[in-house]
C-alpha cells in the first residue's frame, strides 16, 4: 500500500471522514458497540460505504498490524478493488 491511501484505527479513520477524504470504511467483523458509534455511523451520515471485514486480528494481520477495528480507505481504485473482491467472496 502507498502513504496516504488508508488510515488504520478508529480514531484516525473518524479524523479522515470528518475531512471527508474517505471513500470506503472496512470495520472488522467483530467491532465493538463503540467503533460502530464513531466510525460506522458517521461514514453512514456522509454515505461512505460501509463493509463488514474479517475479526480485528486478522483484519490488522492483512495489513501488517495488531488487531484492528476500523480501515479507512482514501485511494477510490483501492477502494474500487476491495469492494470488486468482497463481492466475489
Given at each position: 500500500?502507498?502513504?496516504?491511501?488508508?488510515?488504520?484505527?478508529?480514531?484516525?479513520?473518524?479524523?479522515?471522514?470528518q475531512r471527508?477524504?474517505?471513500?470506503?470504511?472496512?470495520?472488522?467483523?467483530d467491532?465493538?458497540?463503540?467503533?460502530d458509534?464513531?466510525?460506522?455511523?458517521?461514514?453512514?451520515?456522509?454515505?461512505?460505504?460501509?463493509?463488514m471485514?474479517?475479526?480485528?486480528s486478522?483484519?490488522?494481520?492483512?495489513?501488517?498490524?495488531?488487531a484492528?477495528?476500523?480501515?479507512?480507505?482514501?485511494?477510490?481504485?483501492?477502494?474500487?478493488?476491495?469492494?470488486a473482491?468482497?463481492?466475489?467472496e
Amino acid at each position: 500500500m502507498r502513504a496516504g491511501t488508508v488510515v488504520v484505527g478508529t480514531s484516525g479513520a473518524r479524523e479522515a471522514l470528518q475531512r471527508g477524504r474517505v471513500t470506503l470504511v472496512v470495520l472488522a467483523g467483530d467491532y465493538a458497540r463503540r467503533t460502530d458509534e464513531k466510525v460506522g455511523r458517521l461514514a453512514r451520515a456522509r454515505r461512505v460505504p460501509v463493509l463488514m471485514g474479517p475479526p480485528a486480528s486478522e483484519l490488522g494481520r492483512r495489513i501488517g498490524r495488531t488487531a484492528v477495528q476500523a480501515v479507512a480507505v482514501q485511494d477510490p481504485r483501492l477502494a474500487a478493488g476491495i469492494r470488486a473482491l468482497k463481492n466475489v467472496e
